[in-house]
């Protein structure tokens, strides 16, 4: 059996120590660790993570929702972790490894499991509908500008004034690659290429 951690946080100004450490102290073989969102389907280093295991593997992950933010998404996640035969070890959830039986052991974590996802999927929800509320009331006050853009040319970060720069370098050549290609290379989602595309007609 080989431990595999994954680590996720959703903005390059976060840190993964934290996840890392806590990982290391369960004594993982190995860990796949990104800056993704939870809501970006395109996370490298998970799908990497879900090739990676096999058979009586276990998978080590600080909280539920580093997997994924949505219901559904984690559960593909989890069924996909259970199809290639491997565990699921949440650390913020109990544990019922003490537990003989075995089919008695997966269906209380099975049950706690799907317990959080509903939890997790409320939060997400209550976040979203908060968020809509405000954008609302301060669209009704004349107030609301909207969000701006990460990756532009005048962007304060250096990261993402690079990202931009080389997004229009490679769409701008005399023969571009696919956008879903370049996206990938440069570590963004398609929608934020297509933003940038769009910009530059």
């Given at each position: 059996m080989t431990k595999v951690g994954y680590a996720r946080v959703s903005t390059r100004e976060q840190?993964?120590?934290?996840?890392?450490?806590?990982?290391?102290?369960?004594?993982?073989?190995r860990i796949f660790a990104e800056k993704r969102s939870g809501k970006n389907t395109e996370r490298p280093e998970l799908h990497k993570m879900l090739d990676y295991i096999h058979d009586d593997d276990e998978v080590v992950v600080v909280a539920l929702d580093r997997l994924g933010r949505s219901a559904a998404d984690l559960t593909h996640i989890i069924n996909t972790i259970?199809?290639?035969?491997?565990?699921?070890?949440?650390?913020?959830l109990p544990s019922f490894k003490d537990v003989q039986d075995k089919n008695l052991r997966v269906m209380l974590t099975n049950l706690t499991m799907e317990i959080?996802?509903?939890?997790?999927?409320?939060?997400?929800?209550?976040?979203?509908?908060?968020?809509?509320?405000?954008i609302a009331a301060a669209r009704a006050r004349g107030a609301y500008?909207?969000?701006?853009?990460?990756?532009?040319?005048d962007s304060p970060d250096r990261h993402n004034r690079y990202i931009y720069e080389q997004a229009v370098k490679m769409l701008t050549e005399p023969k571009p690659r696919p956008k879903t290609q370049i996206a990938r290379t440069l570590g963004i989602s398609r929608t934020t290429l297509y933003k940038i595309s769009s910009s530059l007609t």
């Amino acid at each position: 059996m080989t431990k595999v951690g994954y680590a996720r946080v959703s903005t390059r100004e976060q840190n993964l120590d934290r996840q890392i450490d806590a990982l290391n102290r369960e004594h993982v073989s190995r860990i796949f660790a990104e800056k993704r969102s939870g809501k970006n389907t395109e996370r490298p280093e998970l799908h990497k993570m879900l090739d990676y295991i096999h058979d009586d593997d276990e998978v080590v992950v600080v909280a539920l929702d580093r997997l994924g933010r949505s219901a559904a998404d984690l559960t593909h996640i989890i069924n996909t972790i259970t199809q290639k035969g491997a565990t699921l070890d949440i650390l913020n959830l109990p544990s019922f490894k003490d537990v003989q039986d075995k089919n008695l052991r997966v269906m209380l974590t099975n049950l706690t499991m799907e317990i959080y996802k509903y939890i997790a999927q409320e939060e997400r929800e209550a976040i979203n509908e908060r968020q809509a509320e405000g954008i609302a009331a301060a669209r009704a006050r004349g107030a609301y500008v909207g969000k701006k853009p990460q990756y532009v040319p005048d962007s304060p970060d250096r990261h993402n004034r690079y990202i931009y720069e080389q997004a229009v370098k490679m769409l701008t050549e005399p023969k571009p690659r696919p956008k879903t290609q370049i996206a990938r290379t440069l570590g963004i989602s398609r929608t934020t290429l297509y933003k940038i595309s769009s910009s530059l007609t």
